[in-house]
């Protein structure tokens, strides 16, 4: 990146914090410690980027932001400001910023900030439609300023100084490989491959082909040999998302890589040997699958060392200002046309009011569509729920007609299901969209709630 970046924060350490973050860059960085000497810096020199703190004393990072995007509309800003301060986010994003992020901040994520907003700013409009998107900011990124993603984020941290098995557990659209990224992101294998495999969606005949590999002729079509998923993540991280669906005859095979590192490609009468960091993720309750006898219970207590818990977004919703303003700023690099550019107060009340049953899956996806379809520059509550599936009355309609709350969770969760099915007329595939799920977990969901067919 050879982009000049200006950087405007009044504390004396976090100003040298945020310089030393592109210290090593291409490129040059200059630090003010006012807003007020930032307009003088502005007025004399060009700079591509702006790295601006939000709260300080006399002219605060927005009211900075009003004043450059009146001479500079194009000069994209990149927001900083303490955790806890969700209103800062809505604020940045709806007075024109290109990103926002809470402090303490990771250095990395700041600086693929930075550098998308840099080629956002040099890329046509034209262009940038017809190019592909940069990647998407934060792929690890842990976004919430509230307690539990707090803890969260703690607990990755612990982990991540570990090589001993994982298990992230959690509801469908937590986050959970967003997890098991960042754990093998903040460890000593970061250099190293993470590779990810939806145990789910591999059948089960190809299953150990692809995970251990198989030599050449081991099996009709097998024309060369294959190395496997274990031996590419050599030294990384191997992701096993949707554990509890692993075929049991391979979870035996599964327990002789934790136990001794013993790798044996389909065909082959030779076995090899890696030094892979398993972390394993699933919606399921492994206990009880292991009851039921579909799950190994020595598997379950060697994979279970480091367990790591996601909350769901409904027990979290003061993280929710935070997570609208990074998928509004996502979602319009996405769509660099759309007039879209803040949310409401009465939209942003929607949404944090919202059950989210398919979690923070749904809201991403309720924001790329309200930016995506509507023609207007702020969302309120009705485009969301135009947008996103979100129901047209507070009062939760799907409840049914005495509006008895719920037994349980999964009595919640069935209700909602069947009422977004019933308002697409059954179309699944929308269904799920708008549940923020895969197909097959909708089905699932609806075989579960049927019950056992006699």
Not at 155 to 175: K, L
Not at 187 to 212: M, P
Not at 265 to 285: E, L, M, Y
Not at 383 to 411: C, F, I, Y
Request: proline share 6%; hydrophobic share 40%.
């Amino acid at each position: 990146m050879s982009a000049r970046v200006l950087v405007v924060d009044d504390d004396p350490v976090s100003l040298e914090a945020l310089g030393l973050v592109f210290s090593g860059e291409s490129g040059t960085c200059q630090l003010v410690g006012s807003a007020t000497d930032a307009l003088e810096v502005l007025a004399q020199e060009a700079f591509d980027v702006v790295v601006c703190d939000v709260r300080m004393d006399g002219m605060n990072g927005l009211e900075l932001l009003d004043r450059v995007k009146k001479s500079q509309p194009s000069l994209p800003f990149v927001m900083v400001s303490g955790a806890g301060k969700g209103r800062d986010a809505i604020d940045s994003i709806k007075r024109g910023a290109f990103e926002y992020m809470a402090k303490p901040f990771d250095a990395d994520e700041l600086r693929r900030a930075v550098v998308a907003a840099f080629r956002e700013r040099l890329r046509p409009v034209a262009e940038s439609r017809q190019s592909s998107p940069p990647p998407a900011l934060g792929s690890c990124e842990i976004i919430g300023p509230g307690p539990a993603m707090r803890a969260l984020q703690a607990s990755i941290d612990r982990v991540a100084e570990s090589s001993a098995p994982v298990v992230v557990t959690g509801e469908t659209g937590v986050g959970k490989e967003l997890v098991a990224r960042a754990i093998h992101a903040r460890g000593d294998r970061r250099s190293r491959a993470f590779i990810a495999v939806n145990t789910s969606a591999v059948q089960g005949d190809l299953f150990e082909s692809e995970v251990f590999g198989h030599v050449r002729g081991a099996f009709t079509g097998a024309a060369q040999s294959r190395k496997g998923l274990l031996t590419e993540a050599d030294g990384g991280t191997l992701l096993l998302d949707e554990i509890g669906d692993m075929p049991m005859s391979m979870q035996s095979k599964l327990l002789r890589v934790l136990q001794f590192g013993e790798v044996r490609p389909v065909g082959s009468d030779r076995v090899h040997f890696v030094d892979v960091r398993i972390i394993a993720a699933t919606h399921r309750d492994l206990p009880a699958l292991i009851r039921d006898g579909r799950f190994r219970e020595d598997l379950y207590f060697r994979l279970n060392v480091l367990p790591v818990f996601v909350p769901p977004l409904r027990d979290r919703r003061e993280d929710i200002p935070a997570l609208v303003a990074h998928f509004l700023a996502e979602a319009r690099r996405r769509a660099p046309r759309s007039p879209v550019r803040s949310v409401d107060d009465e939209g942003m009340r929607a949404l944090v009011a919202a059950p989210w049953a398919g979690n923070v899956r749904e809201l991403a996806s309720a924001i790329e569509r309200a930016v995506v379809f509507s023609s207007d520059e702020t969302l309120g509550a009705e485009h969301l729920k135009a947008s996103s599936g979100l129901a047209q009355e507070v009062a939760v309609p799907w409840l049914g007609a005495s509006h008895d709350p719920p037994r349980t969770l999964k009595h919640l969760n069935d209700a909602y299901t069947e009422w977004v099915l019933g308002q697409t007329g059954g179309d699944k595939h929308r269904s799920a969209e708008i549940l923020g799920i895969d197909l097959s977990t909708l089905y699932r969901w609806q075989r579960a709630h049927e019950g056992p067919k006699s």
